[in-house]
T-cell receptor, first 114, second 114 residues
Framework: AQSVTQLDSQVPVFEEAPVELRCNYS??????LFWYVQYPNQGLQLLLK??????LVKGINGFEAEFNKSQTSFHLRKPSVHISDTAEYFC????????????FGGGTRVLVKP | EPEVTQTPSHQVTQMGQEVILRCVPI?????FYWYRQILGQKVEFLVS????????KSEIFDDQFSVERPDGSNFTLKIRSTKLEDSAMYFC????????????FGAGTRLSVL
């Protein structure tokens, strides 16, 4: 069964500093990859997705992620964070051979400090 | 922008009682999902629904759970006899259809079983 690991449960970062959130998934021939963000008291909002094509994908709010098939990773990055980026970030994988469901990582809580 | 709406935002119930969690998916979407997140744990897939029937379910989704799309707009999750361990945040999601592999999530319903 597919599994997704987000190695960092919490990442404190200063405003305007870069941030990288790591995501690794168990090996699979064909996957779709997603990052969702959850702001306090809100639902899961799609940040970006990799379905096919270029391995570097850009999302909303200045975030980007790179799909690395050989390392089975999909790390999320932002070069300069804002206070408003304080949220929980979830990596999710859809294994195309295993139905429609998403398998989520445990989430990474980002706390941006002034 | 269209969104998935879930009601109520918080539901408190006594153990053994039946609860119904309600969701209004995005209009014209064809696939519907329920996920849950127990406090401190990962978001877990429960069930997917397409063409008025369950297309996939997890081992969590036992006979205590059922889903229904009663009127073409609402999508409900019923738990027949709640247990303490059913306490969680329940997320509804919908997806447009074939070829558009993005699930849009609601803000969730927090279920507290006492």
């Amino acid at each position: 069964a597919q599994s997704v690991t987000q190695l960092d449960s919490q990442v404190p970062v200063f405003e305007e500093a870069p941030v990288e959130l790591r995501c690794n998934y168990s090996s699979s021939v064909s996957v779709y990859l997603f990052w969702y963000v959850q702001y306090p008291n809100q639902g899961l909002q799609l940040l970006l997705k990799y379905l096919s094509g270029s391995t570097l994908v850009k999302g909303i709010n200045g975030f980007e992620a790179e799909f690395n098939k050989s390392q089975t990773s999909f790390h999320l990055r932002k070069p300069s964070v804002h206070i408003s980026d304080t949220a929980e970030y979830f990596c999710a994988v859809r294994d195309k051979a295993a139905g429609n469901k998403l398998t989520f990582g445990g989430g990474t809580r980002v706390l941006v400090k002034p | 922008e269209p969104e998935v709406t879930q009601t109520p935002s918080h539901q408190v119930t006594q153990m053994g009682q039946e609860v119904i969690l309600r969701c209004v998916p995005i209009s014209n979407h064809l696939y519907f999902y329920w996920y849950r997140q127990i406090l401190g744990q990962k978001v877990e897939f429960l069930v997917s629904f397409y063409n008025n029937e369950i297309s996939e379910k997890s081992e969590i989704f036992d006979d205590q759970f059922s889903v229904e799309r009663p009127d073409g707009s609402n999508f409900t999750l019923k738990i027949r006899s709640t247990k303490l361990e059913d306490s969680a945040m329940y997320f509804c999601a919908s997806r447009p259809g074939q070829g558009i592999d993005i699930q849009y999530f609601g803000a969730g319903t927090r279920l507290s079983v006492l």
